[in-house]
């Protein structure tokens, strides 16, 4: 009998913003590991998914939404984006039936010009009805004529089986690039940074989740416990107040939030600290960004 040959690759997710891009991510990988919650631009990195088996590793990664940049942290998120159509073997391209199909014409015309395979996901299909969907995989036929096109709710978990079959059948031939056992290529605190942040975004209104970075300062582990020591770096003092809130009580909810969910990633007991400093314009300073882990060119 033949031995069947492994197969690996990597599966890159690209989109504007806002279309379910790390709704599907976690379908596919079957955990939560990117962060969800309904405003734009909380995927800031690319995060990768690692799916195992016997015979194949399919390493998922899903990038921040396509926008153009108004200042330095929108050009690293930019950056990884682009990146992202570099290294692929597979392109999941998501598009939902609501957005306008021309928003971003150029990152369009790079996704036609590559050479891999691009499989177009048309999400949020429960959102419309069969006559307008057909109308739009015809424009999307015209745009990317080469793509094989997927109707899909990522929500409801509608075709994403097929997605995967699909995937699978185009993984080339190659060794594992991960070890076997890696779930993800970022290591635990990156998690913790990425839970404390989505809290943050859903907690508080407007402006201010944008201009917030966490950084864990210390990650403890022993048997029975993990103690966490956080930083929430914003960039004015005003932001600051909002953060802490009354008497302390906004942070404290924050952290209690953070914790529950931090508690069921690690299965674990944690104690965790918070503290917030304000870095002037961290957004537009180089060094800090490098240290917060963007890529700059």
Not at 89 to 113: C, H, P, Q
Not at 121 to 143: C, G, P, R
Request: aromatic share 8%; with cysteine.
């Amino acid at each position: 009998m033949m031995e069947k040959k492994h197969k690996s690759g990597f599966v890159n997710i690209v989109g504007n913003p806002n279309v379910g891009k790390s709704t599907l991510m976690n379908r596919l990988v079957g955990e939560r590991l990117s962060i969800i919650t309904s405003k734009a631009q909380t995927t800031r990195h690319r995060i990768m998914g690692i799916v195992n088996t016997e015979d194949m590793q399919i390493v998922y990664s899903d990038t921040p939404g396509v926008l153009r940049p108004n200042y330095k942290l929108q050009e690293s998120m930019l950056n990884f984006s682009e990146s992202a159509l570099g290294d692929a073997d597979v392109l999941l391209y998501v598009t939902d039936v609501v957005e306008t199909v021309d928003k971003n014409s150029d990152f369009l015309r790079r996704v036609e010009r590559m050479e891999c395979p691009v499989l177009l996901l048309i999400n949020k299909i429960d959102q419309t009805n069969q006559e307008a969907l057909e109308k739009l995989v015809d424009v999307w036929k015209e745009l990317l004529p080469k793509a094989e096109i997927i109707p899909i709710s990522a929500l409801s978990n509608f075709n994403v089986d097929y997605v995967k079959r699909r995937v699978e059948e185009l993984m080339p031939e190659s060794p594992p690039y991960f070890e076997k056992d890696a779930l993800t290529d970022k290591p635990a605190r990156f998690f913790v940074t990425e839970i404390i942040r989505e809290k943050i975004l859903l907690y508080y209104q407007k402006e201010v989740p944008y201009s917030v970075e966490v950084v864990v300062e210390s990650f403890k582990e022993s048997e029975k416990m993990i103690h966490i020591k956080a930083l929430i770096i914003v960039e004015r003092d005003s932001q600051k107040g909002i953060i802490i809130g009354h008497q302390g009580q906004a942070l404290k909810k924050v952290g209690a939030m953070a914790r529950k969910d931090i508690e069921r990633f690690f299965d674990k007991k944690v104690f965790l600290e918070m503290f917030v400093k304000v870095e002037k314009d961290w957004r537009n300073r180089d060094n800090l960004l490098r240290n917060f882990g963007y890529q700059l060119d």
